[in-house]
Structures are given as C-alpha cells and as structure tokens.
C-alpha cells in the first residue's frame, strides 16, 4: 500500500490548526487541561519531531506558546 504523505500532512496541519483555535478560546481550564490530561506539549513534540514541513513546524510553535 502506497501512503500519500501529501494528504497526511494536510491532514497533520488542519488538526494543529483546530487544536490551536480550541486553545486560543480565553479559558485557562481548556489549556490547563490540554498540557496535563491530554498530554498537548508531548505530543506536540512527537510532530515536530517528524515533521517536514515548516508549516507544521510553524503552527506547532504558535500553540506551544499557550502554554507559556
């Protein structure tokens, strides 16, 4: 099966998208809850980590700072 990495980071980078509009609602309980019972930072890092695009890159850094 061959995998189209094309539709999987579209994939990748409208999810971030959505997870940092969710963030940006002006409620510190959503990003309380999003770093320590949903594990939001971890997983963050995992992504970028793999992640080839500077887009995901870039979004990835724009969420992360909700949590400074």
Known sequence: MIQDTSADSEAIFRGLVALGTALSIDNDEVRIAGAQVFGVKEALQ?????ASENR??????E???FFS
Do not use: D, F, L, R
């Open 46 to 50: 995992t992504i970028k980590k793999a």
């Open 56 to 61: 995901i890159k870039q979004v990835i850094s």
């Open 63 to 65: 969420i992360e700072g």
